[in-house]
């Protein structure tokens, strides 16, 4: 543990704010050292050296966190926290206090903070009580944000979160929408494919055409082939009447081929042939049909090692790849788990007739430190769960299952548990979570829940 006034923080930059923070204390030098602090970790800081100069600032900028001290001449903190929430009743705030005493956190409680941290700072506890009032904050954001808004008020996709791996999704998916090329989705189960797929096709000009949706490993092979190009009358055993296909439903617009990693040999084939030529006959006929589809398929397969092995075509393969997208699993993208979780509380409690408003501290800090194997998909059946069991206006950890959060290590070629000492977990965690988060050092902090300099520090480290 280090004294805050003893640190010397180097410079860094960051691409986007994690929120805006007010300090305010008379101590010139503890509150320029907290304030270099905070905007190393990302966050957007202004301070103040009395509480009448903290009212003006915050009644001037829109701020997420105040952090005051307790002991200042004229308008102590306690003072100007009961001021401020009356004007902001949405602020959240955090007090500072050299005395550290029970009673002078339960005045600070009453009279509004949620927080409260001892002089002389320590960074490692500045760091997380700070990000934990924030993500309180965040997470109330968007909650009332969602309640705002009427259940039926859009029915356009939402994608929630906006980490480093997210925005670089987006980004992708702005690019290659309006385009007419092929699209395929990787990434694991739970990860959200369709949702990218719908996204996709939205914001392409085919947005007011049919999205048509086909799980391909739901059906035998004869089935597929008769779902995808369809069917003439008498074609098989049961085919009464002409039907037509998913490719001539989507006519205009885009067809969604999930788990396209499963389908046989011979549906490959055909498939192959639509891209390439543009058109197919139905099953048991002879008139050759053309659409004009968009093509996009999804897969938590690896095709390369599939293809590899023989099991899937190989220019099947790079027709489908013209455009790669991969959704990150929630692993890599943990700043992303508080906003998901609360857009899925309101979801779920719209649904359910609950009037539930936040999600308690303790829960909060479980669900952003557990790794998700089952990732959004996993997170909303725990948070519907959650919500169903919910009897107050808050979801509590009562309403967690009793089982969750356990979880195993799973040990690369590398690490193996026994067997690895901490230090080699550790930079092994870094690296890896440094690497898939594109070299981003404060979105590796946030995922790993250290700060930024200690990820700066451990990587010089591992270069010398």
Not at 47 to 75: I, S, Y
Not at 304 to 325: C, K, T
Request: net charge negative.
């Amino acid at each position: 543990m280090q004294n805050l006034s003893a640190q010397k923080f180097p410079p860094a930059h960051y691409a986007a704010s994690r929120g805006r923070i007010l300090i305010v204390d008379d101590e010139v030098h503890a509150r320029e050292a907290l304030s270099t602090l905070l905007e190393e970790d990302g966050y957007e800081v202004r301070n103040a050296p009395d509480g009448f100069k903290a009212l003006g600032v915050l009644r001037e900028w829109e701020c997420d966190l105040l952090v005051t001290d307790l002991r200042m001449p004229v308008m102590d903190g306690l003072e100007l926290i009961k001021k401020a929430r009356v004007e902001f009743p949405k602020l959240t705030c955090v007090v500072m206090t050299a005395f550290g005493s029970v009673e002078n956190a339960v005045k600070a409680m009453k009279s509004g903070a949620e927080d409260y941290l001892s002089k002389p700072l320590n960074f490692d506890e500045v760091e997380l009580v700070i990000a934990r009032a924030m993500e309180r904050t965040q997470l109330r954001t968007e909650l009332d944000r969602l309640r705002q808004g009427s259940a039926g008020e859009t029915t356009k996709t939402q994608m929630i979160g906006n980490s480093m791996p997210m925005q670089k999704l987006k980004s992708m998916i702005d690019q290659v929408a309006t385009s007419r090329a092929t699209v395929l989705i990787t990434g694991e189960s739970g990860t959200g494919k369709e949702l990218v797929a719908r996204l996709v096709h939205e914001r392409s000009d085919r947005a007011d055409k049919p999205f048509v949706r086909l799980h391909c490993s739901a059906l035998a092979e004869t089935l597929l082939e008769s779902e995808l190009f369809g069917h003439e009358k008498g074609a098989f055993t049961g085919a009464a009447n002409q039907r037509k296909g998913r490719f001539e439903e989507a006519n205009g617009g885009t067809l969604f081929l999930d788990e396209i990693g499963e389908i046989s040999q011979s549906i490959q084939v055909k498939l192959l042939r639509f891209l390439q030529e543009r058109e197919f006959e139905r099953v048991g006929g002879n008139q050759t049909i053309s659409v004009d589809v968009r093509i996009i398929a999804a897969t938590n397969r690896d095709l390369e090692a599939e293809v590899r092995s023989g099991r899937f075509r190989e220019d099947l393969y790079y027709r489908l790849n013209v455009i790669h997208l991969n959704t990150p699993p929630l692993r890599v993208r943990r700043s992303d788990i508080a906003p998901l979780a609360s857009h899925l509380v309101a979801k779920h409690a719209r649904r359910n007739g609950k009037d539930i408003k936040e999600i308690s501290p303790e829960v909060l800090a479980t669900i952003c430190q557990y790794d998700w194997p089952g990732n959004v998909r996993e997170l909303e059946n725990t948070v519907e769960r959650a919500v169903v069991l919910a009897t107050g206006s808050r979801i509590e950890s009562s309403q967690l299952s009793d089982n969750f959060g356990q979880q195993h290590f799973v040990p690369n070629d590398e690490i193996r548990i026994p067997g690895s000492t901490l230090e080699d977990i550790e930079r092994y965690a870094i690296l890896e979570t440094y690497e898939a988060t594109g070299g981003n050092s404060a979105e590796t902090s946030r995922i790993l829940g250290i700060s930024v300099r200690k990820v700066q520090y451990k990587l010089k480290e591992y270069r010398d």
